[in-house]
């Protein structure tokens, strides 16, 4: 004979999956946005790189902004300066996600500029 008690336990499966859901959801939710925002951290050092690369061949500091500009996420933002035999290459850009999630991104490459090498001061 079946014990009266099986009964008693029939929804708490339930019950406990239907609390346990929006905790996976939210995890990855969470999960996904760190995979993007990684993602878009490893875009601005490569465009950062890009643009150094293009500032130290003595391309012009237009060309040298786009040379990041296309490597980089969407919405970044880069800036091109030289100091002394260096050029410095700066990107930012917001990662993707709802406001509260918002990080700004940055990265910088340094590249000796070219026109410099083998030059005695």
Avoid: K
Wanted: hydrophobic share 50%; glycine share 8%; aromatic share 2%.
């Amino acid at each position: 004979m079946p014990s009266s008690d099986a009964g008693g336990d029939r929804g708490s499966v339930t019950a406990e999956a239907a609390t346990a859901l929006p905790a996976l959801v939210l995890f990855t939710m969470a999960l996904v946005w760190a995979l993007v925002a990684a993602a878009a951290q490893i875009q601005c050092v490569d465009a950062a790189r890009a643009g150094a690369r293009a500032a130290a061949r003595s391309e012009p500091p237009a060309q040298a902004v786009a040379a990041a500009r296309e490597a980089a996420p969407s919405g970044a933002r880069v800036a091109v300066e030289r100091a002394g035999d260096l050029w410095h290459v700066r990107v930012e850009a917001p990662t993707p996600g709802p406001g509260s999630l918002r990080l700004t991104l940055r990265a910088e490459a340094a590249a000796l500029a070219e026109d410099t090498v083998g030059v005695e001061p």
